[in-house]
């Protein structure tokens, strides 16, 4: 017994350790081959350089790719932050007939293969002779999108104390009063972090965009094309790591904020819970 | 007597007045949710409506000739190449998710168990590398196992092999490799919960009475964690058969999958109807595969209790 204890308590933290490493392989090799000057990507370098760099602002289609992926995210990210709130809100607060299976429909894009949601809304768009454009890619990201802000915001919104609204309410404030001074201040980190969230997706999200995108691309759509000339890999890596590292301080604020709604609302589930 | 009845007033008032209350409670829950439903009732069942009623129509050059027909479905069962798509890409979702399951659990296991006061910041750590580019991730894959990749040139310089192997890139376990580690964090955190949720006292009073770790484990804290499992599984095995990207980039030819032959109908094949029937037939299919693998996995816990 206690032999199979000291195995599991070394072996379990090696094991992580490994499984660690192997999760983060091949995030490590954007920014490495990223600065390599040779356009192949093998070990060894060939020399460090940031000429790859130093070209992505010289690159116009790359410039409008990235401004169609923010206009797209920003509203991808208000849209199914709002419908997030109003979901949220509605199975926190209130009890009404068919809460659960509502609740159902509007996660289950969660579980299904996006390639179907794609051709789906394709078809119904083509059906009703509307043209593809970046409006139909952010109505494709919101579905997509939805069930993560609704988790981030049911966890932010779940632990929150009923009683402080009735207090309010009580006290003689509105109905509207009571939300904008008592439960605003409380859920506003998780909205926050769902804002974030959901504008991380849409940035990086392609199969929604690939079906559904007009002839403007968005970031991943470039990439994608670029992907096909191997000469012009250094410069999509180049990209991928600047786009990492934003994907990252993004995430970090939406986890602080996260935590810190938690805390306020004495809520330790994760966001996923 | 005269309490009683100065108290019964507002009481039945207030059972008057609870009936409407509640009533109103339902219907403003209702109108709260109703914009978030109404958007997936028409950008999510009303589209998926729209693919089940164009399997059952034809093409017919450049429109869409509606009788009924189960062609569609004859050829997406019966025509090999889409059989053997379909088989293989339920195969490799079946490999994909047993894989991810597997390798997650004890990640899972470590933080809910000894995770301590970092759990949060492991579970971070975790996700962190799912937030970079989907599309890079799998070119990266690409560069780790091409033939002048990373693995490659590393194996070569530590002499194991001479030549670099052409068997790591362009086939079926390319796909399992870069397909497991794009789900890893999916499986990790509902197994995380699942662990999470469970009352450590029954651990303790498993031990009290006698068992040791394994049993412990095996007859307490996995059939436990089921829930987790089932949901891990979910979230992995049904998402998997729909990519058609990591196929395209490292499969090669014998990693191609359904989803590209659904893609194929919806771009240059322009044959929206034949599309349909694939994209309803590989729900249904893999719907039912992962129905059944979440059936098998209950009973084998049911039985292990």
Known sequence: MTAIRNLLSR?????????????YLPVVFLPIFSVNTSASPKFPLAGLTLQWYRDLPNTPALIDATRNSLMV????????TILGICAARAITRYRFPGRRAINGLIMAPLVLPEIILAVSMLLVMLQLGLSLSLVTVVLGHVLVCIPYSLSVLTSGFEGFDRSLEEASADLGETAFGTFRRVTLPMVAPAIISSLLVSFTISLDEFIMAFFLTGTEPTLPIYIWGQLR??????????LGTLLLVGSFLLLTIAEVLRRRAARRTQNTGGAFA | MTAAAEGSPPLSLRRHRRNPLLQSEAAQGFALISPTFLYA????VVPILVVVAHSFWTQNYLTIDRTFTLENYRIALTE??????????????LLVSFFTVVLAYPIAFYI???????????????????????????MSWKVILGYNGVLNSGLMGLGLISEPSTALLYNTSAVVITLTHAWAAFAILPIFVSLEKIDRSLIEA?????????????????????PGIVSAILIVMIPTVGDFVTPKLVGGKDGVMIANAIQAQFGKGANWPLGAALSVTTMAVVTAMAAATVLIIRSAARMAR
């Open chain 1, 229 to 238: 000339f191997a000469s012009k890999l250094p410069g999509v890596l180049a």
């Open chain 1, 11 to 23: 072996w379990l933290p090696a094991y992580a350790f490994v499984y660690i490493v192997f999760l």
């Open chain 2, 80 to 93: 090999p190449i889409y059989r053997d798509l379909l088989v293989r890409s339920l195969w490799i979702s």
């Open chain 2, 112 to 138: 809910s168990f000894h995770g301590g006061r970092h759990k949060g910041l492991w579970l971070f750590l975790i996700t962190i590398p799912f937030w970079t580019s989907y599309l890079l991730r799998v």
């Open chain 2, 41 to 44: 009732l028409v950008l999510l």
């Open chain 2, 206 to 226: 498993a031990t009290d009475l006698g068992d040791g770790p394994l049993r412990r484990f095996l007859r307490i804290t996995l059939p436990l964690s089921v």
């Open chain 1, 73 to 80: 995210g920003v509203s991808a990210a208000l849209l199914s």
